[in-house]
T-cell receptor, first 113, second 117 residues
Framework: AQSVTQLGSHVSVSEGALVLLRCNYS??????LFWYVQYPNQGLQLLLK??????LVKGINGFEAEFKKSETSFHLTKPSAHMSDAAEYFC???????????FGGGTRLMVKP | EPEVTQTPSHQVTQMGQEVILRCVPI?????FYWYRQILGQKVEFLVS????????KSEIFDDQFSVERPDGSNFTLKIRSTKLEDSAMYFC???????????????FGSGTRLTVV
């Protein structure tokens, strides 16, 4: 069985500051991990994913995430926050068959001017 | 960029009524999914569908729920007799391949907000 925990339901940063959104997972199989972003009144948009290979994954809009097996983590970072980054961010893990995603509770990112 | 389209964006229905949520997946995608998000809670998996049959379903997806691909373009979720606790945002998604071997993950629609009164 898979599970995902996102620490911090709300994160607030100043524009230009580092963004760090935390995700820890539990998986009985080698994990496939995803970060999605949801802007108001929109669907879930894939930011980035880790399947195999390089543990530092780069995504859209300057975001990246690092898979750390020893820490069972997949934290999302961005060096410099922009006002347009304000949204809700979801971490997810796929099951072994690949036909189901288990999501974390989400983290709402607020960016202050 | 191809999109998954969901209609309607909002639906209000009375408890006990049947409701059908509609989705048009991306045309060359083969795998289809429904997820829901109750206000303030996690996004939860409901069902996945491939080759005209359910490939995986969650405990939430009980006999009140059904899915169908009635033609070559639509994918529907039917709730037979709605309950107050069915009020949620329902997301449709599609993918070319199953997520573990996909280079693209899922593409999600914008959701249908269902309110049961």
């Amino acid at each position: 069985a898979q599970s995902v925990t996102q620490l911090g339901s709300h994160v607030s940063v100043s524009e230009g500051a580092l963004v760090l959104l935390r995700c820890n997972y539990s998986s009985s199989v080698p994990p496939y991990l995803f970060w999605y972003v949801q802007y108001p009144n929109q669907g879930l948009q894939l930011l980035l994913k880790y399947t195999t290979g390089a543990t530092l994954v780069k995504g859209i809009n300057g975001f990246e995430a690092e898979f750390k097996k020893s820490e069972t983590s997949f934290h999302l970072t961005k060096p410099s926050a922009h006002m347009s980054d304000a949204a809700e961010y979801f971490c997810a893990v796929a099951n072994n068959a690949g036909n189901m995603l288990t999501f974390g509770g989400g983290t709402r990112l607020m960016v202050k001017p | 960029e191809p999109e998954v389209t969901q209609t309607p964006s909002h639906q209000v229905t009375q408890m006990g009524q049947e409701v059908i949520l509609r989705c048009v997946p991306i045309s060359n995608h083969l795998y289809f999914y429904w997820y829901r998000q109750i206000l303030g809670q996690k996004v939860e998996f409901l069902v996945s569908f491939y080759n005209n049959e359910i490939s995986e379903k969650s405990e939430i997806f009980d006999d009140q729920f059904s899915v169908e691909r009635p033609d070559g373009s639509n994918f529907t979720l039917k709730i037979r007799s709605t309950k107050l606790e069915d009020s949620a945002m329902y997301f449709c998604a599609s993918s070319e391949q199953q997520t573990r071997i996909s280079n693209y993950g899922y593409t999600f629609g914008s959701g249908t907000r269902l309110t049961v009164v």
